[in-house]
Every structure is written in C-alpha cells, then in structure tokens.
C-alpha cells in the first residue's frame, strides 16, 4: 500500500489509491507504528502525491495520528497534496489544522 522512507529526523510514508473506509484502519495502524517505533525521527511527512481520494475515514487517520504524534512530542505534515484533495482539506478546514507543504 504505501512506502516507508526514513532520513535521520524524518520518516517518510507514501499511501496510494483511495483512502477510504475499506483501508484507513489498516493507514491509521501504518501511521502509528511509525509514530511509536522510530523516537530517532522527530518528523512524520506523509508524502499524498499518489493518493487519488480520501474519505472522512482517511480524514479521522490522519487526524487521529496528528493527536498522537502532539502526545509525543513528535510533528506530522503533509507533502504533495493534489488540487483535489486541498479542496476536501479546505472544505472540512483541516488545511488549518495540519502543515501542508
């Protein structure tokens, strides 16, 4: 499904396809092991360049993992984030919410 590219400070994750209620447990799971295994990394990027679609599930994902990455003391943004998936961001104001680069 996704990707994992690891730097010094940054741990990369690169879903693909749609994110949605089918997979976002088993996206949610990918994130939070990557959030509770590596403390060398103080930056989790997930990398959006391949996802086509994203539902509310694959919203509640991210969303959750970014509680848990601010519980560590850890970051989590997102990279490459299509037109198409900024406008769901910006709809449900959660551009606002997570860095977007």
């Given at each position: 499904m996704?990707?994992?590219?690891?730097?010094p400070?940054i741990?990369?994750?690169?879903p693909?396809?749609?994110?949605?209620?089918?997979n976002?447990?088993?996206?949610?799971?990918?994130?939070?092991t990557?959030?509770?295994?590596?403390?060398?990394?103080?930056?989790?990027?997930?990398?959006?360049?391949?996802?086509?679609?994203?539902?509310?599930?694959?919203l509640?994902a991210l969303?959750s993992?970014l509680?848990?990455?601010g519980s560590?003391g850890?970051s989590?943004?997102?990279s490459?984030?299509?037109?198409?998936?900024?406008?769901?961001?910006e709809?449900?104001?959660?551009?606002?919410?997570?860095?977007?680069?």
């Amino acid at each position: 499904m996704q990707a994992v590219l690891k730097c010094p400070q940054i741990t990369v994750i690169r879903p693909q396809g749609c994110l949605n209620a089918v997979n976002a447990l088993e996206f949610e799971r990918d994130l939070t092991t990557a959030l509770a295994q590596d403390h060398t990394s103080s930056t989790l990027v997930v990398d959006l360049a391949e996802v086509e679609s994203i539902d509310s599930a694959g919203l509640m994902a991210l969303v959750s993992a970014l509680k848990l990455a601010g519980s560590l003391g850890r970051s989590l943004r997102l990279s490459s984030v299509s037109a198409s998936i900024r406008i769901i961001f910006e709809l449900t104001q959660l551009d606002r919410v997570f860095e977007i680069f």
